[in-house]
């Protein structure tokens, strides 16, 4: 496999890093807070309108047509830049794939270029209180009416769902375990948010109640019976490339490199480790993207990715702690989100079933 970046490749990272040195934010409030929340879509905005913010994305949709190659530099280049998390990712990283595989032509015109420009932030909408990692078991449930569907059930976990203004998730159709599911978008008008508080008391989660919310028939994604398909795709998605993107991980394994230069060798000799390993992992995605590219799917594999970003973020930031003691206010937020890795878009429990069952071959 060639690893080396093709002249146009260096010319686009050119670019993008210029643009950043001339745009990017500071730092913003946190986006769990209102006015965080309408901070992160303002800055969404001007991503957008440099069509910055979804670049292999089709034109026609806000984007640029890029590889998947220049995605990852962009990544690379807007992490370094120390670039806020972003608000949209629900939508341009999970349900965007969706749509652009399984939706209409009048779907994507309408909402991919909205979810772009931070017009519409979108929930996500899987795990139910009896249905978490073995997603198959929910049991919220959608009615066919006049025009369209009626929601019912309860959703928890539900990231970004405070303040956002769509949602998205699995509802059942019919009694079949895997086959009677269908994939619906939903607006958030007339759904009941309770906000969860995280850690540091601000609400990145939220739990929704579905009582009769009206969903038009334009906002089912592919066909009746059909969401657990689409919602495997969208999962692999999640866990093996577009949710956590190398350039995320080397931005803090710099960062923590810097903080070692003047300690125990020890410590400095993990701090190396940490970044030789966001090094392994920008390589692996660059052969997961080649491939792709090459009309491969990802596929069960994208639960190596998942296990192995989580955890080493977890290592990145509690070392940053072991290192800085009471001086480590500014690495507290990204520790804090790091426990939460080996649990969001599967645990690493499951994750390592389904790596030894389906990518291994092993018994069960």
Partial sequence: MDLDYSTAELAFRAEVRDWL??????LLPSMDTR?????HRAWEAELASARLSVVSWPEEYGGRGASLIDWLIFEEEYWAA??????TQNGIFLLGPSLLRNGTPEQREHWLPRMARGDDVWAQAWS????GSDLAALTSRAEPCPGGWRL??????SSRAAFATHGFGLFRTSGARHKGLTYFMFPMDDVAVRPIAQLDGLPGFAELRFDGVFTPESMVLGEVGEGWRIAMATTSSERGLTLRSPGRFLATADRLVELVRDADPVLADRAARCRVEAEAYQLHTFGTARRIMAGEEIGSAASMGKIFWSELDLRMHALALELL?????????????????PIYAGTNEIQRTIVAERVLGLPR
């Fill in 21 to 26: 040195s001339r745009h990017a934010p500071p």
């Fill in 82 to 87: 120390g670039c806020p998390a972003r608000v």
């Fill in 35 to 39: 006015e965080g929340f309408a901070a």
């Fill in 128 to 131: 139910e209180p009896e249905a």
């Fill in 325 to 341: 003691g009471d001086r480590a206010e500014s690495w507290l937020d990204g520790f804090l989100f790091s426990l939460a890795g």
């Fill in 152 to 157: 019912y059930g309860h959703k928890t976990w």
